[in-house]
């Protein structure tokens, strides 16, 4: 099961933003349960759990792991098909962020588009890789830091793109025959204060 999924076509975000198969994804992703097992757990009827449990399986959201023979009954174990969910902008077609279509390339919605753009491509590039049996090389940094001034966060911005661009420089070959081409994006905000 992959720790993170990324629902592209708009029929899987729907049925997993539905609150109660929310729910379900949330508790599958962490235990296979039956359905009686999950209506205990979230206080609904039996039935309304396999209604919902159907519709997450007909997205690929909830695969059937194990069935289990009481006399002559069958219980079927379920289980999220990955650890988390995100929504890739490509589930809203047309309206979703697009970073071509700002023009404010300092804007927080710039951000947000670079950020929806990188939940697109990746998980459009996973889903390759993992037809083709292979894995997709990928570099993630992720830092906090904490400044003095609003002046100090301006000079590690020209610092930080001056050291990009140097870089950049340095490891880059427009011509390497067998060379494979990277998007670098790096972006900052502030922390919520409710993430220590």
Not at 21 to 38: D, M, N, T
Not at 116 to 143: C, F, H, N
């Amino acid at each position: 099961m992959p720790a993170v999924a990324v629902l592209d076509d708009p029929g899987a975000a729907t049925a997993a933003l539905d609150p109660l198969r929310a729910r379900l994804l949330a508790l599958l992703a962490v235990e296979a349960s039956s359905a009686a097992a999950l209506a205990k757990a979230v206080d609904v009827t039996r039935q309304k759990v396999t209604y919902h449990l159907q519709v997450l399986r007909e997205h690929g959201l909830v695969v059937e792991v194990e069935q289990r023979k009481h006399g002559g009954l069958t219980e079927r174990l379920y289980a999220a098909s990955a650890g988390s969910y995100v929504v890739s902008p490509a589930a809203v077609g047309a309206a979703g962020a697009d970073p071509a279509r700002v023009d404010d390339h300092r804007s927080s919605s710039y951000l947000l588009a670079l950020a929806g753009r990188a939940i697109d491509e990746v998980g459009a590039l996973v889903r390759g890789a993992d037809s083709a049996g292979k894995r997709l090389p990928t570099l993630s940094i992720d830092t906090d830091i904490r400044f003095r001034s609003a002046a100090d966060r301006a000079a590690f911005t020209d610092d930080l793109a001056a050291a990009v661009r140097a870089l950049a420089t340095r490891y880059h070959d427009e011509s390497a025959p067998t060379g494979r081409w990277h998007r670098l994006v790096a972006f900052s905000h502030p922390r919520p204060k409710e993430h220590p």
